[in-house]
């Protein structure tokens, strides 16, 4: 089994920061993609920013300039940090991992998700 547990969520003022977390851990043998992912109320889950392996990273346009997303593969650790929080960033933010793993038998791959952390940014 793999567990991605998020961290680093909370309530900020318009203008302010936040680092989220996302913590992998389990019987992982490597962690390809990983992503951050949010989902205001009322709204369709988004992908927010993206890294791969290699640490080539992808934003969406909203958050160009603001947000970055690093990893620590030595941690298993992925991270967002936001800056310059709008109002219209509140949301759930999910963590997502595309992980290969082994079963025992052999050597499989699928997607993981995080529990979710909530970003409320007042304005």
């Known amino acids: 089994q793999v567990q991605l547990v998020e961290s680093g969520g909370g309530l900020v003022q318009a203008g302010g920061s936040l680092r989220l977390s996302c913590a992998a851990s389990?019987?992982?043998?490597?962690?390809?993609?990983m992503g951050w992912y949010r989902q205001a109320p009322g709204k369709q889950r988004e992908l927010v920013a993206s890294?791969?392996?290699?640490?080539?990273?992808n934003y969406v346009d909203s958050v160009k300039g603001r947000f970055t997303i690093s990893r620590d593969n030595a941690k298993k650790t992925v991270y967002l940090q936001m800056n310059s929080l709008k109002p219209e960033d509140t949301a759930v933010y999910y963590c997502?991992?595309?992980?290969?793993?082994?079963?025992?038998?052999?050597?499989?791959?699928?997607?993981?998700w995080g529990q979710g952390t909530q970003v409320t940014v007042s304005s």
């Open positions: 389990g019987s992982i043998f490597s962690l390809n993609a």
């Open positions: 997502n991992a595309d992980v290969t793993y082994s079963d025992g038998w052999t050597y499989r791959a699928r997607s993981y």
């Open positions: 890294i791969t392996s290699g640490g080539s990273t």
